[in-house]
């Protein structure tokens, strides 16, 4: 069973930074695509950023210009790079990733970005 592992969240204030982390049990480099969500106020879960393969990344569009994404094959470990956070960026952030044996999901890391 695959496991991903988020880390790096935390509390900030409105204009900071924060760098997450998703790291995999197994290699990155079987999963078709892998991917951030975030969750929170009540609102539905929704697709941050995906990487596919070919190591192309795709951004919600109100995100752009202000995360960036990498990956590090050798670390099974994707990143997050968030900068000039905002109130509304607030959320549990997860890691997921599908792959041939299916989908995966991490606990999860809590960010707090305060006006």
């Known amino acids: 069973q695959v496991q991903l592992v988020e880390s790096g969240g935390g509390s900030v204030q409105a204009g900071g930074s924060l760098r997450l982390a998703c790291a995999a049990s197994?290699?990155?480099?079987?999963?078709?695509?892998m991917a951030w969500y975030r969750q929170g106020g009540g609102k539905a879960r929704e697709l941050v950023v995906t990487?596919?393969?070919?190591?192309?990344?795709i951004f919600r569009e109100s995100v752009k210009g202000r995360f960036t994404a990498s990956r590090d094959n050798d670390k099974n470990t994707v990143y997050l790079q968030m900068n000039s956070l905002k109130p509304e960026d607030t959320g549990v952030y997860l890691c997921?990733?599908?792959?041939?044996?299916?989908?995966?999901w991490g606990q999860g890391t809590q960010v707090t970005v305060s006006s």
């Open positions: 990487y596919n393969t070919a190591g192309a990344t």
């Open positions: 197994e290699s990155i480099s079987q999963f078709y695509t």
């Open positions: 997921s990733a599908i792959g041939a044996g299916g989908g995966y």
